[in-house]
T-cell receptor, first 114, second 114 residues
């Protein structure tokens, strides 16, 4: 069974640009979660999508947004990039909505903002 | 005060040693407690999860939760060089703004040398 996949692996942008990160959940999983792992800060919850709807959001500004498509894949958009947005962005999926004991993570997209 | 505190280490032990990893937390609403392992340049991999207080054993790994002290532990017996990774504790609540989100510690970097 294929795990959570993310693309691209690496992304380099300059300050002020927009970044789009993509995630495909495990087959059959309907919930997708996004986390930011910045150096020295640990994983911080960004967003949770289930059945195409945003269900919960972490303490991040509105320029962090996303969506979930009918096939349950998801996209994270970061507008007006700032240097401190440089981080590893991790996507996770779960079979049951909001069940936090079984979130499976992908390998992440490393975003570098210059 | 951060909601989940974890000593980042680094922790270095010889092969065969018993390793003890710990986290403390402040939110009494947390009900699910997890340990993830993250190898360099990979996404976190779920190792153990526990609901509420108690112990759980899986092979060489034992997870303990003491809700009265807001303290969780992971013990690794007969540690192996392949256990060298960053260990992340995570926890979550069951409703409200905590639904669907994991709260992570910063991670403890463990090295097991032969």
């Amino acid at each position: 069974e294929a795990g959570v996949t993310q693309s691209p692996t690496h992304l380099i942008k300059t300050r002020g640009q927009q970044a789009t990160l993509r995630c495909s959940p495990i087959s059959g999983h309907t919930s997708v979660y996004w986390y930011q792992q910045a150096l020295g800060l640990g994983l911080q919850f960004l967003l949770w999508y289930d059945e195409g709807e945003e269900r919960n959001r972490g303490n991040f500004p509105p320029r962090f947004s996303g969506r979930q498509f009918p096939n349950y894949s998801s996209e994270l958009n970061v507008n007006a990039l700032e240097l401190e947005d440089s981080a590893l962005y991790l996507c996770a999926s779960s079979l049951l909505a909001g069940v936090t004991d079984t979130q499976y993570f992908g390998p992440g997209t490393r975003l570098t903002v210059l | 005060q951060k909601e989940v505190e974890q000593d980042p280490g680094p922790l270095s032990v010889p092969e065969g040693a018993i390793v003890s990893l710990n986290c403390t937390y402040s939110n009494s609403a947390f009900q699910y407690f997890m340990w993830y392992r993250q190898y360099s340049r990979k996404g976190p991999e779920l190792l153990m999860y526990t609901y509420s207080s108690g112990n759980k054993e899986d092979g060489r790994f034992t997870a303990q939760v003491d809700k009265s002290s807001k303290y969780i532990s992971l013990f690794i017996r007969d540690s192996q060089p392949s256990d060298s990774a960053t260990y992340l504790c995570a926890m979550s609540g069951v409703g409200g703004s905590t639904l669907g989100r994991l709260y992570f510690g910063r991670g403890t970097q463990l090295t097991v040398w032969p």
